[in-house]
């Protein structure tokens, strides 16, 4: 699942929620391979990457829920390199003020900001 748990989702950095996953495919793997395909067994859906493909999906139902039925894995590819990126579209904003401010008004612990992120 690409969603934090919810309600307190401890595993966010500013308590935002994935509301969308894209997977872009950044290297072809033949179907002759036997594995590297996406799988969503809830769903009954296999897809195999191809260079410059993506797949989109909503992680959260109608009422703003983890939607189960997205469970996914990426299955390893048994003969050839598998390349893909992942972008996650969040809820809210995410900067490290953002950041800053959901973990001075949390007292239970989080992750540490990133002097990094911006």
Same mark, same amino acid.
């Given at each position: +699942?690409?969603?934090? =748990?919810?309600? $307190?989702? %401890?595993?966010?950095?500013?308590? $935002?929620?994935?509301? &969308?996953? +894209? !997977?872009? @495919? !950044?290297?072809?793997?033949? =179907?002759?391979?036997?594995?590297?395909? *996406?799988? @969503?067994?809830?769903?009954?859906? &296999?897809?195999?990457?191809?260079?410059?493909?993506?797949? *989109?999906?909503? #992680?959260?139902?109608?009422?703003?829920?983890?939607? !189960?039925?997205? /469970?996914? =894995?990426?299955?390893?590819? %048994?003969?050839?390199? %598998?390349?893909? +990126? #992942?972008?996650?579209?969040?809820?809210?904003? @995410?900067? /490290?003020?953002?950041?800053?401010?959901?973990?001075?008004?949390?007292?239970?612990? %989080?992750?540490?900001?990133?002097?990094? *992120?911006?």
């Amino acid at each position: +699942m690409d969603t934090h =748990e919810e309600p $307190e989702r %401890k595993s966010s950095y500013a308590g $935002e929620q994935r509301t &969308h996953t +894209m !997977l872009v @495919f !950044l290297s072809d793997v033949p =179907e002759s391979d036997g594995g590297g395909h *996406l799988h @969503f067994p809830r769903l009954g859906l &296999h897809i195999q990457p191809h260079l410059g493909d993506a797949v *989109l999906w909503r #992680n959260l139902t109608e009422d703003g829920q983890p939607d !189960l039925r997205v /469970l996914h =894995e990426g299955v390893a590819p %048994k003969s050839c390199e %598998k390349l893909a +990126m #992942n972008v996650w579209v969040a809820d809210r904003p @995410f900067s /490290l003020s953002a950041i800053q401010a959901w973990q001075a008004s949390s007292s239970s612990a %989080k992750p540490a900001a990133s002097q990094f *992120l911006d």
